[in-house]
């Protein structure tokens, strides 16, 4: 999973400032909702791409002034693979470290994610926790390929919870994309109904009488043509001299092979990630000859009760970008 995924998600953050606005917890956790089903519609024109695999120790950083976020993502562990990500602005906070699974059936291949989604509203000192569904990518050997989310998570916060249903599409269904949820209160009644897709909007009530909580987005023109990027994630790779010399080297910008894949130049960019994946395999043979485990720069594992570990940010990330400044440090040499 590329590093700018995981940012992608935020795209729809201002439901999350919306939520921090209102001060009825019940509506404030449609807006989560809305918030958790818009995170996948990015997906819905990118079935047919495949992202480059993270190298471990890559980073990536996002400073969007325009919607009021920071954001950091660092891959943490590579065997199994992780990537933690931390985004923080006035109104919220949101963490997640991201872990999968997946499992090929011939003609699809499903990815099973593991790990949780946490997000904090201080102004109401809201926790909301929820995990990610099943992901599918059908037609991977031939055909066109199409992506499809099915599965149930439930948003919790306290005693008030949000059950999503990602129905799963099928030959003789045609509720294809369809989400439908519901938010109970602490004696679990129900408080309000959800209804939509994944690709195109939410809804909170019934039929012709409910109010849209969230619209995805129109595509920019010939999108087809360009990874099926939506405008939010066009904006995510860019590389300004204004801000490439405060970035960390291990910033996924500078990977060479992805430059190269922006030029057009695609296999160039083929035998850069051979060589970059190559390098990686050598700093790995090296740590176990010595013996050295491996430390993520920005991140630790803390763990919660007896068994579950999550990945946390250090917090000192802006910190040390701010002063001394990232030109000062040591990293790894990833290209």
């Not at 079935?47 to 993502?73: H, M, Q, S």
């Not at 023109?221 to 001299?241: K, T």
């Not at 850069?272 to 993520?296: A, D, S």
């Amino acid at each position: 999973m590329k590093l700018e995924v995981l940012c992608e998600e935020l795209e729809y953050s201002e439901l999350l400032d919306k939520a921090a606005e209102v001060d009825d917890p019940f509506k404030r956790i449609v807006f989560i909702a809305a918030f958790a089903v818009s995170s996948y519609s990015s997906t819905f024109t990118r079935a047919g791409t495949k992202p480059f695999n993270p190298l471990l120790g890559e980073t990536y950083e996002c400073v969007r002034d325009d919607k009021g976020f920071r954001f950091i993502a660092e891959k943490v562990s590579h065997h199994p693979p992780i990537i933690a990500c931390h985004c923080e602005s006035k109104n919220f906070v949101y963490t997640q470290d991201v872990r999968i699974k997946t499992k090929f059936w011939g003609k699809s291949m499903e990815v099973i994610p593991a790990g949780t989604i946490h997000i904090h509203i201080p102004k109401y000192d809201d926790h909301y926790t929820l995990s990610k569904v099943t992901s599918c990518v059908h037609n991977i050997l031939s055909g066109e390929r199409w992506v499809d989310h099915y599965g149930e998570t439930t948003i919790r916060s306290g005693d008030i919870s949000c059950k999503l249903t990602f129905t799963k599409a099928s030959f003789w269904s045609s509720r294809l994309h369809e989400v439908t949820g519901l938010v109970f209160n602490q004696e679990g009644r129900v408080v309000h109904e959800l209804f939509g897709k994944w690709n195109e909007g939410l809804y909170c009530g019934r039929s012709a009488s409910a109010k849209c909580v969230w619209r995805a987005a129109s595509m920019p023109a010939n999108h087809q043509l360009y990874y099926g990027f939506s405008r939010f994630a066009i904006e995510l790779n860019e590389l300004d001299p204004y801000t490439q010399d405060s970035l960390p080297p291990t910033d996924s910008r500078f990977r060479p092979d992805q430059r190269l894949l922006e030029e057009g130049d695609l296999k160039g960019a083929e035998l850069e990630k051979q060589r970059l994946e190559g390098l990686q395999r050598e700093r790995r043979k090296l740590r176990e000859e010595q013996g050295v485990e491996y430390q993520p720069r920005f991140f630790r594992l803390s763990r919660e009760g007896d068994k579950h570990e999550r990945w946390t940010f250090k917090e000192d990330y802006w910190d040390v970008k701010k002063d001394p400044g990232f030109a000062t440090m040591k990293f790894i040499e990833l290209w």
